[in-house]
């Protein structure tokens, strides 16, 4: 007995998810999305700054906004990536080294 798709092929491939609009569907980030990274990017620098100079502290910082940056672009990649292709493939273990890599370092705290 064959299983049935949840969605028939011809609608999952044009449904645009919810909250995206029809120009933001080929890629573009969305204003609250570069908000977003700002936000990270001020944060970070901020904690950098405030480091005192300590090494280890900032690279405890850089290495948690470099991961997080590279996990989001892996996540985006992901998305994109045709069903079933070699690349989803590989993405998808970028994604959970990164997704572990990050909750490792949640679980630490900088020296």
């Not at 569907?25 to 969305?30: P, Q």
């Not at 609250?32 to 944060?43: C, D, I, Q, V």
């Not at 405890?60 to 906004?65: E, G, N, P």
């Amino acid at each position: 007995m064959a299983e049935e798709p949840l969605l028939p092929a011809e609608a999952g491939a044009a449904a645009v998810p919810p909250g995206r609009r029809e120009a933001d569907a080929g890629g573009g980030f969305s204003w609250l999305t570069a908000l977003g990274f700002l936000f990270l990017t001020f944060n970070s620098g901020m904690a950098i700054y405030r480091s005192n100079g300590d090494a280890a502290v900032v690279a405890f910082v850089a290495f948690s906004y470099v991961d997080l940056v590279l996990l989001f672009c892996c996540l985006r990649w992901f998305e994109s990536a045709a069903p079933g292709s070699p690349a989803r493939g590989h993405l998808k273990v970028a994604v959970w080294a990164g997704a572990d890599t990050g909750g490792g370092l949640g679980g630490s705290s900088p020296p």
